[in-house]
């Protein structure tokens, strides 16, 4: 895979692009995939270099898939079923299951390189180890070399719910101990909040974190990094802040990167492209790697987009979205996988609500006028009298009614996914108030503490937010405020009285521990995170309400009495400002500076520069970059993500684009994982309780 020129450099694959074709590169025996669209609709990437397994010419090879649970977690985000059967897998097994042996039946083994792991393959008939050592001893001692065919190294341990957002896998979990407890809060009450099933945020800085547990964190951010990196092709230009978890992130990073260049270079081949001339340094994406602290905010931020509403107030995992609905009394649950496949999330995810609804509105409409068409020419009443046409006199048009029918049915499930989806949406909207709690922290560095402890009090039309909603807009006015406007001893105890009166709990260890933060690292850069100097966006807008109400006539069973239209009646109607989050200005300021504010360029002119394909330098400049624009960037976060950031990100990349000011941006998000409000709440609410 060769450099690109610069006027290809945004029409690269995206991650969840790349990762896709290298997985179906490996299912089909690693033999190399045609460039054309896939069935996932995107095109098919070359994969790297290696010698592809014997392969006959003719129908595919039928194999049966092995996984450990981190695999499967990687293939989930990315393929369904039908994806699997199209090159060939007509099983896919837990490698820890018990199951009966297959005989004369290839087998592939997309497995995590870990002792459990080798022991388990040990004890069935095909050995194939991912240690090479102790793959020779078994192979030499059992005389099974036959039985395999390849042992590849496959970097593929990252996430990617998005084209251009993904997550590291988080470790395997320890098997609990029998008669272990559950975590307990410092008063040895059960957590207020739920905690995530790994937090990289809490290894990094509990100080009963072993500094051994330290440096295999950093290993292990730094090996699932380069695997997200190697799968783009390119080596990046590393830049960071000094002093943090991000710094140790980055030269591990490096190092790991500079091995791979030199392997490859002795042996040929390797993971990376390799450089084309000079063009190829203009080209190659810059990697800014920051560490969480930089900016608490958006991991609690209300949002009002819709992907950042789903993972907040829905159940959502690996792009997979539970809903809870009541019906006559009974409550039951749903669950709808949103993937590159769903046309309406891919155009809809970074938008508005309001915009969504229209969306809805219009789809939904589209649909009905192609749907009468196809009745009209056939001389049905209805789409599911297809079969009763009079084929004699209508083949014609049975042959394009049966065409589009699949189409149609497709799209009018997808278009009931998110009706359903936004109905739920709605109902915790008005339910918790998180419209006025939205448009609260849009102009939270406006508030007094006064005005706070009233939303505390008496939540604006009758709402009742959750006691993690409130906790939420205290953190994040308490964040806003300047460091030389500090919320006095006073006010600080009456905020916490109305928390506890909300039922947080031992859930003020969160804000706890929060202040404790940022008295210890005095963190300025997390004062301004919303207050922006931006010009303001769209103004409050009516009229989206006729959009969503069509959509209770007739599409749902479910929406009755103007039951639909009644829950809009309370729900504010406005577009979010436009402004960027500190990670943003941070970002704009390492990829336009000319465009970036002086604040942002002094803060990142002393950021760490490190370039993997060119000798490491000594000295005083060592280190040391001049400012440079970059059409492409891959921006990390170490200790968590959050999809407010991310949609953040990806606007801005989208203006600089869209308003001519300056070249396109490209911008892939990343972090260690990503957690929605709540969960990080109960991370900070742990270490509130160790400290």
């Known amino acids: 895979m060769s450099s690109l020129k610069p006027n290809q450099s945004l029409a690269t694959p995206s991650l969840q692009q790349a990762q896709t074709s290298a997985l179906l590169s490996l299912l089909n025996l690693n033999a190399p995939q045609p460039t054309q669209s896939n069935s996932l609709g995107a095109p098919t990437v070359p994969s790297r270099t290696a010698t592809p397994a ?17 695999s499967k977690d990687v293939l989930a985000t990315v393929l369904r079923v039908q994806d699997l059967r199209d090159v060939g897998i007509t099983l896919h097994v837990q490698l820890h299951s018990n199951r009966p042996p297959l005989t004369d039946v290839p087998a592939v083994y997309l497995v995590s390189p870990t002792l459990a792991n080798i022991k388990r393959i040990a004890e069935v008939s095909i050995r194939v180890l991912s240690m090479l050592e102790e793959l020779a001893a078994l192979v030499a001692r059992d005389g099974t070399g036959d039985l395999i065919t390849q042992v590849l190294d496959q970097y593929l341990d990252f996430l990617v719910p998005s084209p251009s957002l993904f997550s590291l896998v988080a470790p395997p979990k320890q098997p609990a101990v029998q008669g272990t407890a559950p975590p307990t809060s410092p008063t040895g009450t059960s957590l207020t909040f739920p905690q995530p099933s790994y937090s990289s945020y809490t290894v990094l800085n509990s100080p009963k974190t072993a500094e051994a547990e330290i440096e295999d964190e950093i290993e292990r951010i730094a090996s699932g990094l380069f695997s997200a990196i190697a799968t783009t092709g390119q080596v990046p230009y590393i830049r960071c802040p000094r002093g943090n978890a991000a710094e140790m992130v980055a030269k591990k990073l490096e190092q790991k990167i500079r091995d791979q260049l030199l392997g490859s270079a002795r042996t040929g081949g390797g993971v990376f492209a390799q450089p084309d001339g000079g063009l ?32 907040d107030v829905l159940d959502m995992r690996l792009n997979r979205v539970t809903v809870s609905t009541t019906e006559n009394g009974r409550t039951s649950k749903k669950a709808y996988d949103l993937d590159s496949k769903d046309f309406f999330w891919a155009k809809n995810s970074a938008k508005p609500f309001p915009q969504v609804a229209e969306d809805i509105d219009t789809e939904l409409n589209q649909y009905k006028q192609d749907a009468a068409n196809i009745t ?23 042959k394009t009614a049966i065409t ?54 008496h939540p604006p039309n009758g709402a009742t937010p959750l006691p993690s909603d409130k906790l939420r807009l205290v953190i994040i006015y308490y964040l806003s405020l300047p460091q030389s406007s500090p919320l006095t001893k ?49 103004s409050l807008v009516g009229g989206w309400e006729g959009g969503f109400g069509a959509l209770s006539k007739g599409f749902t069973d479910r929406l009755k009495d103007g039951g639909f239209d009644n829950l809009l009646s309370g729900v504010k109607n406005f577009l979010p400002q436009s402004k960027n989050l500190p990670v943003t200005r941070l970002v704009e300021a390492l990829m336009d500076p000319s465009s970036a504010a002086t604040q942002a360029l002094q803060d990142t002119d002393d950021y760490l520069f490190l370039d993997p394909r060119q000798p490491r330098q000594s000295g005083p400049g060592a280190g040391k970059a001049k400012r440079m624009v970059h059409a492409e960037g891959i921006v990390f976060i170490v200790g968590g993500g959050s999809y407010v950031e991310y949609t953040n990100l990806v606007e801005w990349a989208t203006r600089v684009g869209g308003s001519g000011t300056g070249p396109a941006k490209k911008i892939t998000y990343g972090s260690t994982e990503i957690l929605d409000p709540e969960e990080f709440l109960g991370v900070l609410e742990v270490l509130g309780g160790t400290n």
Not at 280 to 294: H, W, Y
């Open 376 to 398: 009209r020419s056939t001389g049905v009443s209805d789409m599911n009298d297809i079969s009763q046409i009079d084929l004699s006199s209508n083949a014609q048009h049975l």
């Open 490 to 538: 006073e006010q600080i105890a009456d905020l916490e009285a109305e928390l506890k009166k909300a039922g947080v709990g031992d859930g003020i260890k969160a804000f706890e521990y929060v202040r404790k933060v940022r008295e210890i690292m005095q963190m300025s850069t997390m004062g301004g995170s919303m207050i922006g100097t931006e010009k303001a966006g769209s």
């Open 404 to 457: 589009a029918l699949p189409e149609l049915t497709a799209r009018k499930a997808t278009l009931d996914t998110h009706m359903n989806m936004a109905t739920a949406l709605l109902a915790a909207i008005k339910a918790r108030g998180l419209d006025e709690l939205f448009q609260l922290e849009e102009g939270i560095g406006k508030q007094s503490p006064a005005a706070i402890l009233e939303t505390l009090r």
């Open 54 to 70: 014997p392969q006959p010419s003719g129908p595919p090879v039928w194999k049966v898939l092995v996984l450990d649970e981190l």
């Open 280 to 311: 190829g340094a203009l080209t190659r994406p810059v990697l800014v790697i920051l560490d969480r602290n930089i900016d608490l905010v958006p991991m609690m931020s209300h949002s009002w987009t819709y992907q950042a509403l789903v993972h």
